[in-house]
């Protein structure tokens, strides 16, 4: 399908564009993080997704050169833990090789929790690659193993950093997911161990992502009180976003020691620029994270639909798009505005 048969660049119903795309590609992860995958429900005998029902990587790449011609720009590999898909890197080989209608290349990213980064950080640059974003909460190592649930050292994430960086996979963003009682006590500590270096530091406020992690909004930190107290001892100064719907807001040491960003979904709704879909690791589009039922993509390819016919089920799905969650949330309730079940984020992806 060429990109001159498939229509231009679509809008939803608040005029947002599909600008990026996350495609999560394993409901696996060896972490059981507090705030995403507990443990009392992804325990030993939780049922996982058959590797049949996991979209395949020509799925993937036939869905990510559909919605490249549709305008989306960005793609990001999610899970899960991106990192147990077995031939990871042949995947990135082949969304690679994608092109934009203006014949630019993706911008092909990845997020993961940094346990396997070291092993695989060169081959993930080789295959195309441009950059990682790691998820790190804390550099106390008992918070960490905390948090993790595995007893997971630290270390290792930090070495996985330091060979992402020497390969080239930056610039290189990492996660602080903040929760109140659990790990805000280490904001400034993160804030001071990566100022000054390339890496750029995130803080995301406790999310209420999913229906497993028990969430509770006196447990979130809101991300004025998380530039607050790094403000008082390193001074910070606010910058613009690199580009419009940008999720995090983006802070500068006054002193030129780099930059750290807040990402508010909780305090600060960001729905009316949100240009991001997502494709759950069995081929679901849901164009909101806070989704409670996705649209069917793989039931379309697997029943021989034809490239119009996919791209025209993408385009409709993304014009009658009316999400705005996290603002309904924050104007009434701060809470799910219906108690409907979400999706959890280890299907859809973060």
């Known amino acids: 399908m060429s990109s001159s048969a498939v229509a231009r660049p679509i809008v939803d119903t608040l005029g947002r564009p599909m600008h990026d795309i996350r495609f999560s590609v394993t409901d696996r992860c060896n972490f059981r993080c507090v705030y995403c995958m507990p443990k009392e429900i992804f325990g030993r005998d939780y049922a996982f997704m058959p590797r049949e029902e996991l979209l395949s990587f020509e799925e993937i790449t036939r869905l990510a050169r559909i919605a490249a011609a549709h305008g989306v720009e960005k793609i990001r590999l ?39 980064l070291a092993h695989l950080a060169q081959d993930l640059k080789d295959a195309g690659l441009k950059r990682v974003t790691v998820s790190l909460d804390s550099l106390d190592d008992a918070t ?30 990492v996660n602080m997911v903040v929760k109140k009682g659990q790990n805000d006590q280490d904001i400034v500590s993160m804030a001071r161990h990566f100022k000054g270096t390339p890496i750029i530091l995130r803080f995301i406020e406790y999310m209420d992502v999913g229906t497993t992690n028990g969430w ?39 002193d030129g020691g780099g930059e750290i960003g807040v990402i508010s ?46 791209s025209f089920a993408m385009a409709q799905i993304w014009r009658e798009r009316t999400d705005r969650y996290s603002e309904l949330r924050s104007l009434h309730t701060k809470r799910s505005t219906d108690g409907a079940k979400k999706i959890e984020m280890s299907y859809i992806g973060g």
């Open 144 to 173: 960490f193993q905390a948090m993790n649930d595995i007893k997971f050292p630290v270390q290792k994430i930090l070495h996985g950093l330091d060979v992402a960086h020497e390969v080239g996979l930056g610039p290189i963003k």
């Open 216 to 254: 509770q909004l006196g447990e979130v930190v809101p991300s004025a009180d998380v530039i607050a107290r790094i403000n008082a001892e390193l001074p910070l100064e606010e910058i613009e976003p690199n580009y419009a719907g940008e999720t995090s807001k983006r802070w500068r040491y006054r």
């Open 265 to 310: 979904s909780v305090t600060q709704s960001f729905c009316h620029s949100c240009s991001r879909a997502r494709i759950s690791v069995d081929g679901k589009l849901y164009t909101c994270l806070f989704a409670g039922t996705g649209h069917d993509l793989r039931a379309l390819m697997r029943e021989g639909c034809s490239d119009e016919e996919l």
């Open 78 to 116: 999610t899970g899960g833990e991106p990192l147990l898909r077995k031939g990871l890197p042949d995947l990135i080989a082949m969304l690679a090789k994608l092109k934009t209608p203006s014949g630019e290349a993706l911008d092909l990213a990845l997020t993961t929790n940094g346990s396997a």
